[in-house]
């Protein structure tokens, strides 16, 4: 996208003023998405956005300036922006950039832009009408596929010069039931680092249609969930959630390096159950959270958080490891170039355990069963949540007996940690976009089928 020579040449510029340390995140990013409501086409839309983005150091003081006019001109004027803003002097000395490139682990076999839209349009209808086979309940139904394919260049002034190509696929089927006056919706949203061979064999969209065809009807034959505490299982997947908002964030170096954390200082601490193992890992070949290098351009790692319940590893981006004087993880990252990175998460997870989940639905004795969660709210300081169950199910003397709506999940974080007691073997993972102070991004959230011995229902 932009050489080399002319790269240093930037670099140089953005020092001038006294920054100590400066970086140029560059790309060019295609985009498409295809929607279909109740089995027509409605949308269908390609998008291009290029520019770079030009960050300058002055000890722990960071200016960011962005321009989508990538010319050596445009990139030298955005560089003297970021420098104007550092008051200072320095002599610069010469900026040598070394290429490198890291290996990569997601091999593209059909790129989604150059797939036919006949073929795009097939899949949502395919949606469709599996949605609408499970029941005549079934009232609407959405359909959508979204993809892009992002080449991003990042050079610094201490001679970075890499690269790396992003591409992501995604399906996403809604279906709404009515009956009796009332309406209830299901959903299923699939994806992955991949190309379009994610139809191929990862997805069956026709299954994930039914899947959210049969939440949906579920969800309307539901009673209202009866309030109070008690135990309460958590199955795989989105049931992550819990974890990645309430305990994720707040391993992050963004809340870590203010002390806005509750787990701030206690690196070495046990903090969790002793059965409670944590990983955020950008290593996995084609997940949705996997990257071959970071937006900052380091290598991206497998990092475990907790071990045995211990506090092993917080998620540092290079800003914030300068505060906390520990050592990047692999962890910036950013939506795209108009904004500058900061810790983040990947694929996180609570790693498998060695718990039977029969048994562990048979142990419970009374309680509630999560088998999809929905969306919530966390204060990363403290940990507090409440999250919506999607599709939920009473148990009664160890059984699951009867579905229940509107249940809600609330507790505190670092308590859930400990009041862990059941982990499952079977580890899955679900995938959403995560908002942070650096823009919206692809992140997994998985863990095996848990249980928490007390937790809050909210109910009728």
């Known amino acids: 996208m932009i050489l080399k020579t002319t790269a240093e040449q930037v670099l140089h510029e953005a020092l001038k003023t006294g920054g100590d340390f400066a970086e140029i995140f560059c790309e060019d990013r295609h985009s498409g998405a295809m929607g279909l409501v109740d089995g027509h086409v409605e949308s269908a839309s390609t998008v291009r956005s290029h520019g770079a983005g030009i960050r300058v150091y002055d000890g722990l003081n960071s200016v960011y300036v962005h321009t989508n006019d990538t010319s050596p001109s445009g990139l030298i004027a955005a560089a003297r922006k970021a420098a104007d803003a550092v008051d200072g002097s320095a002599a610069v000395g010469d900026i040598h950039l070394t290429r490198s490139l890291a290996a990569n682990i997601h091999p593209i076999q059909a790129m989604p832009m150059d797939v036919a839209g006949s073929r795009k349009a097939k899949l949502l209808r395919d949606m469709d009408l599996a949605a609408r086979e499970v029941s005549p309940e079934i009232s609407q139904v959405r359909a959508n596929l979204t993809y892009w394919d992002s080449d991003v260049l990042i050079a610094n002034s201490e001679g970075m010069f890499t690269g790396d190509r992003r591409v992501y696929t995604r399906m996403f089927c809604s279906a709404v039931a009515e009956g009796s006056g009332e309406s209830q919706s299901g959903s299923a ?8 061979e994610l139809f191929e064999g990862r ?31 958590i199955d795989g997947g989105f049931g992550g959630v819990i974890f990645h908002e309430a305990c994720g964030h707040s391993l992050e170096a963004t809340s870590v390096a203010f002390g806005n954390s509750v787990f701030a200082g206690k690196l070495g601490q046990r903090i969790a159950s002793p059965i409670v193992t944590a990983v955020d890992d950008g290593t996995l070949a084609g997940e949705w959270g996997s990257l071959n290098i970071d937006d900052e351009g380091n290598p991206t790692t497998r990092l475990v958080l907790i071990q045995d319940g211990v506090l092993m590893n917080y998620m540092i981006d290079r800003l914030n490891g300068r505060r906390m004087k520990m050592p990047v993880t692999g962890s910036g990252r950013r939506q795209d170039y108009t904004f500058a990175p900061t810790s983040r998460m990947r694929n996180t997870f609570i790693a498998p355990g060695s718990d039977d989940e029969a048994e562990i639905i048979s142990s419970c004795g009374d309680g509630l069963y999560a088998k999809d969660m929905g969306g919530g709210s966390v204060n990363p300081a403290t940990g507090e949540f409440n999250f919506a169950v999607k599709e939920g199910y009473l148990i009664k003397n160890g059984r699951i007996d009867r579905p229940v709506r509107g249940a809600t999940l609330i507790g505190k974080g670092s308590e859930v940690l400990w009041k862990i007691d059941r982990v499952g073997g079977n580890m899955w993972m679900a995938q959403g976009m995560c908002g942070s102070s650096s823009g919206s991004i692809p992140t997994n959230v998985g863990q095996p089928m848990i249980r928490v011995t007390d937790m809050t229902v909210g109910g009728r």
Do not use: I, K, S, Y
Not at 189 to 195: D, E, F, I, L
Not at 207 to 230: F, I, K, N, S, W
């Open 189 to 196: 949203a699939p994806g992955a680092m991949m190309g379009f």
């Open 203 to 233: 997805v069956d969209v026709a299954e994930q249609a039914r899947r959210a065809a049969r939440q949906a009807v579920t969800m309307l034959h539901a009673d209202p969930c009866p309030a109070g505490v008690m135990p309460v299982v």
